[in-house]
């Protein structure tokens, strides 16, 4: 069911995760879920980059033209779809080393939820002032890594001491990721795929 344990990771997450291995509803649902939740960052980007404006220190705010915010949308949520699928395949290749043998579904389900509250923090792009970004984009990464480290021992099912190990490593490969797709799109941005500012 899309979206159908979000409420219980927030309110109770090592039993909801107990109910996610029980379940394994599928790769489909687990597609769904990612397709679904990794609209929520374009959404809000593109609305707070185009109708709001951001503000970086004092001034007038920046705008983005509606053609230039809609690509780099586009590009987000592809890239963040693709991000959680690297995610899932990592886990995946390193979990023999931990003595688990999970199939890919189970990994991208782990991947899947745990980028869940990281990507809903995207919400307070509604009111984009670059403290309060910083201020509920830790708060995301703080509950993802969280639920990671709660998830991976059970969804995996090892010993919690191997599982915190399992998680960390994780967790640098998340970061990994991170900074690969930010030099993307440093690169991107120098080839003239950069962003077009609205007068």
């Given at each position: 069911m899309i979206l159908g344990h979000l409420f219980g990771l927030y309110t109770h997450p090592k039993q909801e995760w107990h109910a996610i291995d029980k379940e394994h509803e599928g790769i489909q649902s687990s597609l769904s879920h990612i397709l679904l939740i990794a609209l929520l960052p374009p959404i809000f980007a593109?609305?707070?980059?185009?109708?709001?404006?951001?503000?970086?220190?004092?001034?007038?705010?920046?705008?983005?033209?509606?053609?230039?915010a809609l690509g780099m949308s586009v590009a987000m949520y592809f890239a963040l779809i693709?991000?959680?699928?690297?995610?899932?395949?990592?886990?995946y290749w390193m979990s023999h080393t931990f003595g688990s043998t999970p199939t890919f579904t189970q990994?991208?389900?782990?991947?899947?939820?745990?980028?869940?509250?990281?990507?809903?923090?995207?919400?307070?792009?509604?009111?984009?002032?670059v403290w309060f970004l910083m201020i509920a984009g830790l708060a995301g990464?703080?509950?993802?890594?969280?639920?990671?480290?709660?998830?991976?021992?059970?969804?995996?099912?090892?010993?919690?001491?191997?599982?915190?190990?399992?998680?960390s490593s994780i967790v640098t490969c998340g970061l990994?990721?991170?900074?690969?797709?930010?030099a993307s799109t440093v690169i991107l941005w120098n080839m003239g795929l950069g962003p077009q500012f609205s007068h």
């Open positions: 593109f609305i707070s980059s185009v109708f709001i404006g951001w503000r970086i220190g004092v001034g007038e705010p920046i705008y983005l033209t509606q053609g230039s693709a991000g959680v699928f690297a995610l899932a395949y990592l886990t990994a991208l389900e782990l991947a899947a939820y745990t980028a869940t509250p990281l990507f809903m923090t995207s919400i307070a792009a509604i009111y984009p002032q990464v703080a509950y993802s890594v969280y639920l990671l480290y709660t998830g991976v021992p059970i969804l995996m099912h090892i010993p919690e001491e191997r599982g915190f190990i399992y998680a990994v990721l991170l900074v690969s797709i930010i």
